[in-house]
């Protein structure tokens, strides 16, 4: 229903910056909303965990890991969600995946994820 294509990820040094990007493409009619969208990463040898999120009101909600140094926002009308993030240290390193929350006409929900992206910051 949904299909979630990630950029904006590479390497970079630490202290550097990137944007990821995560474009949600929709078959016009084919779904009733999106509604959270949000990042995920999964380092080596750990488990995925939530980077942040963000409502279609606007409320964010950060691991504490990255406040005050990435910042989510979307663009409703692109139906995308981007990651700004910024002081980025090697513990970012990992691949992130895009994740957002959906809804059908039956207003169930249902989620989608990206195929991933490498985020590698050098020390």
């Known amino acids: 229903q949904v299909q979630l294509v990630e950029s904006g990820g590479g390497l970079v040094q630490a202290g550097e910056s990137l944007r990821l990007s995560c474009a949600a493409s929709?078959?016009?009619?084919?779904?009733?909303?999106?509604?959270?969208m949000g990042w995920y990463r999964q380092a080596p040898g750990k488990e995925r965990e939530l980077v942040a999120r963000?409502?279609?009101?606007?409320?964010?909600n950060y691991a504490d890991s990255v406040k005050g140094r990435f910042t989510i926002s979307r663009d409703n009308a692109k139906n995308t969600v981007y990651l700004q993030m910024n002081s980025l240290k090697p513990e970012d390193t990992a691949v992130y995946y895009c994740?957002?929350?959906?809804?059908?006409?039956?207003?169930?929900?249902?989620?989608?994820w990206g195929q991933g992206t490498q985020v590698t910051v050098s020390s």
């Open positions: 994740n957002v929350n959906y809804r059908r006409y039956t207003n169930l929900p249902y989620d989608s």
């Open positions: 929709v078959a016009p009619g084919k779904i009733f909303s999106i509604n959270t």
């Open positions: 963000i409502t279609t009101g606007d409320t964010t």
